[in-house]
């Protein structure tokens, strides 16, 4: 079989636009090659930010709860002290009470003390006063005796 120059220029043209078809699949699935490894590559990078966040707000939150539980440990200690102060003061609190009550009965009977004392040192004073009228009457009456006797054993 030979061929024509037309048909040789056919066939020419023909194993040329295969090639140019074969280049341009070529190219096309260079293209979507690289069209998925970006896609591919965007993906892993975007999976690994995503981890990465979920990874840091754990973290974030473990060291957030480790925070809170040392905060309220703190606070139960505190609390703990307190109740032991406010319990002595209680105590406090109530032997001064004590302390005033048994106060407050030796003020009143150191008050009835001396009231008493006052009434008996005004009830001595009322019988001394009886005492020296008694006694002035006694040494008048006496003088007088004595007058009478003075005169008694001259008559």
């Known amino acids: 079989m030979l061929e024509t120059p037309r048909e040789d220029a056919k066939a020419e043209s023909l194993e040329q636009t295969r090639k140019d078809l074969r280049k341009q699949r070529k190219t096309s699935t260079n293209q979507k090659r690289y069209t998925i490894t970006i896609i591919a590559l965007l993906c892993v ?15 974030f939150k473990q060291e957030t709860q ?5 905060l309220q440990h703190n606070l ?10 406010i319990t002595q003061l209680t105590t406090q609190f109530s032997q001064l009470q004590d302390n005033l009550a048994s106060i407050s009965k030796s003020l009143a ?11 008996v040192r005004e009830s001595l004073n ?5 005492l020296d009228q008694q006694l002035t009457k006694l040494q008048k009456a006496l003088e007088q005796l004595k007058k009478d006797a003075l005169i008694t054993p001259h008559s």
Do not use: P, R
């Not at 990078?45 to 973290?59: I, K, P, T």
């Not at 009322?126 to 009886?130: D, E, N, V």
């Open 45 to 59: 990078v975007w999976s690994g930010l995503f981890f990465l966040g979920l990874y840091s707000a754990y973290q």
């Open 66 to 70: 480790t925070h809170l539980n040392q």
């Open 76 to 85: 139960d200690e505190a609390k703990q002290v307190n109740e032991e102060k």
């Open 109 to 119: 009977t150191a008050d009835e003390t001396l009231s008493h004392n006052a009434q």
């Open 126 to 130: 009322q019988k001394i006063a009886q």
